[in-house]
């Protein structure tokens, strides 16, 4: 797993728990090292353990923890950069949705061997999508619903975002009901960013 | 057919593929703007308005006519908003048929990054299939990207200059440092079930080889010379180069002077085995100082036991070449196999007895 992935679960762990929590879930996940570096990569079994090892540390369940990290993906003022690049995807929240089969494609412009889940978003009647997600790691699902839960407060949107039941072993699948596009006024994106 | 009619009755369509035109008539007024170009111009409706007055051509060549800008059909054009001279953008022009003008496409060439903040522009402003976006997303990105890379070679910069200072290696013939040594010798002080001897050598002619024949081959006989040691040293012993031409050695259970004297005398000799450097003969001795910590006796402390290996080296040294003295005794031992290293120099200090001194290590002959 990239260094991006692992560095940011370290960075929701430090920010919102603090050094000791991290310093915990890194013994327990058995870390031959302090710290994950961004640009490097890692073996999949240690994002693994490192999930499993924060699951237990903080004593919450598995789905918890990875919904929380999701939501501070995207809403942490440290990672405002994730939060944009994924406002690219497209102006309404229905098009984010549409666009996140790109998702992993985007990843791999910028990173080529950043490997983000592959995602397949299928829409119903009435604002329904079911999304289908594989990655090598499993907790996407869990990670994805906190971020899509963070990125309709961002678009302004009321939504349900909710676990559904997978269609097979290897991915993991949410289901999405969108229910006012314009529920709020969401925060601001600009595409050209003005820097301080 | 009427062109003009018809196109204006797709004038949606226009708008919704290309956001970004001017449709100029031959009168040289805007029939129609796209509105992602009117927002950028940002006078209003354009319609009726000079068309050249609104932009300002400037490659290949300047343009301010319909006529002239109908012949640059099919061309890249160069050209800025003439309210914004410092954004370059970029268009081509095609021209309509029965007389109905020219319709200028444009687009955010290179400056897009700048543009799309300078005019506020939104994702809503784009064509789907403009690919300005996906431009945008990677030129930020990117960005990002290349900080965390600068983040990370610092950190490795850092790291790495962490490790030499905490290295324990000389890095030219392998062997222990002087950080290393001093940490050994410390060990060796304070197991007092051991009795060990600190050997100091100092390279005789050394500066006489990198002088005529250059470093490549000084560092050859370095190399060399920690070689010699490696071979004459048990296993647990341990050498360090701890200057140009300076080593210790530190042999354990050992403290008898006849001994040493033997191993000092076999050390000398290895090294004066003339050394092949490139077709020419690198030849060289050394001196060796000795110092000697028995079980029994009260114990030195490191920089204590480095000067008594220092002051016997100095006594050595000032005798002449090829020879060892041990700390404490009263005689230098000479065992230069080679007649030329035995020769005192015209300047040598004169022969004598010797007293240790605690500066002695800085004037010291080669």
Not at chain 1, 53 to 65: E, N, R, Y
Not at chain 1, 98 to 110: C, K
Not at chain 2, 53 to 68: E, F, K, Q, S
Not at chain 2, 119 to 144: K, M, V, W
């Amino acid at each position: 797993m990239h260094g991006m992935v692992n560095r940011a679960l370290q960075g929701f762990l430090t920010t919102t728990y603090g050094d000791a929590v991290w310093a915990e879930v890194r013994r327990q996940a058995g870390l031959p090292f302090d710290d994950f570096e961004a640009m490097l990569s890692y073996p999949d079994a240690m994002t693994t353990a490192c999930f499993g090892a924060a699951a237990h540390v903080l004593g919450k369940d598995h789905a918890t923890v990875l919904e929380d990290f999701g939501i501070w993906l995207v809403t942490d003022h440290h990672l405002e950069p994730v939060r944009r690049l994924l406002r690219f995807s497209g102006a309404r929240f229905h098009d984010f949705l549409h666009a996140l089969e790109d998702l992993a494609e985007r990843g791999r412009l910028v990173l080529p061997n950043l490997d983000l889940p592959r995602i397949t978003v299928a829409q119903g009647d009435e604002g329904r999508f079911v999304i289908d997600a594989v990655w090598p790691v499993p907790g996407a699902g869990a990670i994805l619903m906190g971020c899509l839960r963070a990125m309709a407060d961002d678009y302004g949107t009321l939504a349900f975002v909710g676990l559904g039941r997978a269609a097979d072993d290897a991915s993991e699948r949410l289901e999405v009901q969108l229910f006012d596009a314009a529920f709020t006024k969401g925060r601001r994106f600009e595409l050209g960013q003005v820097r301080a | 057919m009427n062109v003009s009619k018809t196109l204006l009755q797709c004038g949606d369509a226009l708008d919704r593929l290309l956001p970004m035109h001017l449709w100029i008539g031959v009168d040289a007024k805007v029939v129609r703007a796209g509105p992602t170009l009117a927002k950028m111009v940002g006078r209003g409706d354009l319609r009726g308005q000079p068309a050249f007055g609104l932009i300002t051509i400037r490659h290949p060549a300047p343009v301010a006519g319909v006529a002239a800008l109908c012949a640059l059909s099919g061309q890249r054009l160069g050209l800025v908003l003439t309210d914004s001279p410092d954004m370059p953008l970029r268009a081509v022009a095609v021209a309509l048929p029965d007389a109905a003008g020219v319709i200028l496409d444009l687009s955010l060439g290179l400056s897009f990054a700048r543009a799309v903040a300078a005019f506020g522009l939104t994702l809503r402003d784009f064509s789907p299939c403009d690919q300005t976006i996906e431009l945008l997303y990677l030129h930020e990105a990117n960005s990002a990207t290349t900080t965390l890379s600068q983040h990370l070679t610092a950190r490795l910069q850092h790291a790495r200059l962490e490790a030499q200072t905490q290295a324990m290696t000389d890095p030219l013939t392998g062997l222990a440092n002087r950080r290393a040594m001093d940490a050994e010798i410390s060990r060796a002080l304070a197991d007092h079930a051991h009795d060990f001897a600190l050997l100091q050598i100092d390279l005789d002619l050394f500066k006489r080889v990198n002088d005529s024949l250059g470093h490549a081959a000084g560092d050859a006989v370095l190399e060399r010379v920690a070689q010699v040691l490696r071979q004459h040293l048990r296993l647990g012993d341990m050498a360090a180069r701890v200057g140009g031409d300076e080593f210790l050695v530190l042999i354990y259970d050992c403290s008898d002077d006849t001994e040493l004297g033997r191993i000092a005398t076999r050390l000398i000799a290895a090294c004066e085995v003339p050394i092949s450097y490139r077709g020419q003969l690198c030849r060289i001795s050394a001196s060796i100082g000795i110092a000697t910590v028995a079980h029994s006796t009260q114990r030195p402390d490191l920089e204590g036991l480095i000067a008594d290996a220092d002051a016997a080296l100095y006594a050595a040294k000032r005798a002449g070449r090829g020879r060892y003295a041990l700390h404490g005794g009263t005689t230098v031992v000479e065992c230069s196999a080679v007649p030329m290293m035995r020769g005192r120099r015209a300047n040598d200090p004169p022969q004598g007895g010797f007293r240790r001194r605690q500066d002695d290590r800085v004037p010291r002959p080669d």
